[in-house]
């Protein structure tokens, strides 16, 4: 039978936690961004402030990550001759060829060790750290992100985590390097879609793109091989006719269920 540990919620309530009471927000304000935020396609002769740019990237890498590993890049492609390079290998499609800024959102499952040392010694210069912190990130993310030199771990992790599953909830994945791909694009996913809300919020526009030659964007940008690409961004003002056609979705009934 499996056993199901139960949380304790009046221990976790009673113990001694950042008091950080949540602010009021503007609900309005956040949904207009999302109803109004369309993939724009074309975009006006209109230049994009510097730091309306800045504070977008910021917001983005405010966006939740696994484990606060925080497995992405932003690459803010600034050079005439390099924006021009990568609308090209955007396929040149005119969402990239028309953009006044050009951005690859940029997912590094290889860094994780780097950045799990990085939080170990800030927890270690943050007085007052928790035991429980030091242990998750000396031992547990070591346990779950490492899966040795090209993946070898994967046979006996699958048989250690298959095993204990039998008896107690176990995390399944990662136990492979195409897990770790996914682990470090989910998150980056996250922030680049805080990007393009924040572009919005500014009142600018943007277009994800995945319809882009991977080989080339990375080498323009010389990254390594195990970076992916988890998309690039076109952002800018929306020119007439910039969007193509009213948003369109199925039924939330199809995609929303209830257990
Ligand atoms: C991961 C991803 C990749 C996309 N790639 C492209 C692309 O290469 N070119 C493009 O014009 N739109 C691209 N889009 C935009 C989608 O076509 C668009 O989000 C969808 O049609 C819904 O329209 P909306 O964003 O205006 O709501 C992409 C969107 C996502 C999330």
């Known amino acids: ?43 006006a002769d209109v230049p994009v402030p510097e730091d309306v740019v800045r504070r977008a990237m910021d917001a983005a890498l405010k966006s939740p990550n696994s484990s606060n590993l925080q497995a992405w890049e932003i690459h803010w492609v600034r050079t005439p001759e390099k924006k021009a390079l990568l609308a090209a290998h955007c396929l040149g499609q005119p969402a990239a060829t028309t953009a006044q800024e050009l951005f690859v959102f940029v997912a590094r499952p290889d860094l994780w060790r780097r950045n799990n040392n990085r939080m170990i010694a ?8 928790p035991e429980k912190a030091f242990q998750y990130f000396e031992k547990i993310t070591k346990i779950v992100y490492n ?47 805080t990007f393009m809300l924040a572009a919005r919020a500014e009142g600018f526009d943007s277009c994800p793109m995945e319809g882009l030659d991977s080989h080339r964007v990375k080498k323009l940008l010389g990254l390594p091989r195990r970076a992916g690409i988890t998309m690039a961004i076109s952002m800018g003002k929306r020119a007439e006719g910039g969007i193509f056609g009213p948003r369109f979705r199925f039924p939330s009934d199809d995609f929303i269920f209830e257990h």
């Open 1 to 43: 039978m499996v056993k199901v540990k139960v949380f304790d919620s009046s221990a976790a309530r009673s113990s001694k936690r950042i008091v950080d009471p949540a602010p009021v927000t503007d609900a309005k304000a956040f949904y207009d961004v999302v109803e109004s935020r369309r993939s724009t396609r074309i975009y």
């Open 122 to 129: 800030h927890l270690r210069s943050s007085p007052g750290t």
């Open 147 to 193: 899966q040795g030199p090209l993946g070898v771990f994967r046979p006996f992790k699958w048989i250690w985590f298959t095993v204990r599953g039998w008896s107690k909830p176990t995390p399944r994945e990662p136990i492979a390097l195409a897990h770790m791909d996914i682990w470090a694009h989910k998150t980056t996913a996250l922030a680049c879609q």
